[in-house]
């Protein structure tokens, strides 16, 4: 199973900071990797997918980038409603498996 | 509107079955690869199983194969994951969630269905 890796577990960060999260897979994925975000008591939801492509109705301060095995999300001006828990996911080789997820929380 | 709900949860005790069932409205639900994805409480994200459109090439967690079977019809716009032999281990909130044909992303998910394993 291809294990996947984020980094830092959680994080603190101000409303109008950059935040940056990285995700790497134990083999190589191509640019099978996807994030989601995911708020309490709720389903995740897809932002971003192939790595970089935007999800319709995503802001675009959230962007993707990477191949092979190492991968950011960045929110480039964190705003109050992106204060979520994100995932990585690999969807190059089953079994599908995600990232154990990245808490970003209010400082 | 793109809709999935599911339904079917509840309290089983160990070595229980019970059988999940995900309603989908507002698209061709041929179309599309459907999955289910189990997040235990507190705790991550965890792809449980996968069904083509034609519902013919299937896939499953080691972790529910033999015990979990994945369904669809087609004609009812439904899915199901019928849950044998359940353990512990497997309570947690159970998302249907549709796939992308493109990257095989989970595009978009229902609400969830609570599954408790307890005696």
């Known amino acids: 199973d291809i294990q996947m890796t984020q980094s830092p577990s959680s994080l603190s960060a101000s409303a109008g900071d950059r935040v940056t999260i990285t995700c790497r897979a134990s083999q190589t994925i191509t640019t099978y990797l996807n994030w989601y975000q995911q708020k309490p008591g709720k389903a995740p939801k897809l932002l971003i997918h192939?790595?970089?492509s935007l999800q319709g109705g995503v802001p675009p301060r959230f962007s993707g980038s990477g191949s092979g095995t190492e991968f950011t999300l960045t929110i480039s001006s964190l705003q109050p409603e992106d204060f979520a828990t994100y995932y990585c996911?690999?969807?190059?080789?089953?079994?599908?498996?995600f990232g154990q997820g990245t808490k970003v929380e209010i400082k | 509107d793109v809709q999935l709900v599911e339904s079917g949860g509840g309290l089983v005790q160990p070595g229980g079955s019970l059988r999940l069932s995900c309603a989908a409205s507002g698209f061709t639900f041929t179309s599309y690869e459907m999955n289910w994805v189990r997040q235990a409480p507190g705790k991550g994200l965890e792809w449980v199983s996968y069904v083509d459109g034609r519902g013919i090439t299937i896939y499953y967690a080691d972790s529910v194969k033999g015990r979990f079977t994945i369904s669809r019809d087609n004609a009812k716009n439904s899915l199901s994951l019928q849950m044998n032999s359940l353990r512990s281990e497997d309570t947690g909130v159970y998302y249907c969630?549709?796939?992308?044909?493109?990257?095989?992303?989970?595009?978009?998910w229902g609400r969830g269905t609570m599954v408790t394993v307890s005696s």
């Open positions: 996911q690999q969807s190059y080789s089953t079994p599908w498996t």
């Open positions: 969630a549709r796939g992308l044909v493109e990257s095989d992303a989970f595009d978009i």
């Open positions: 192939i790595a970089s």
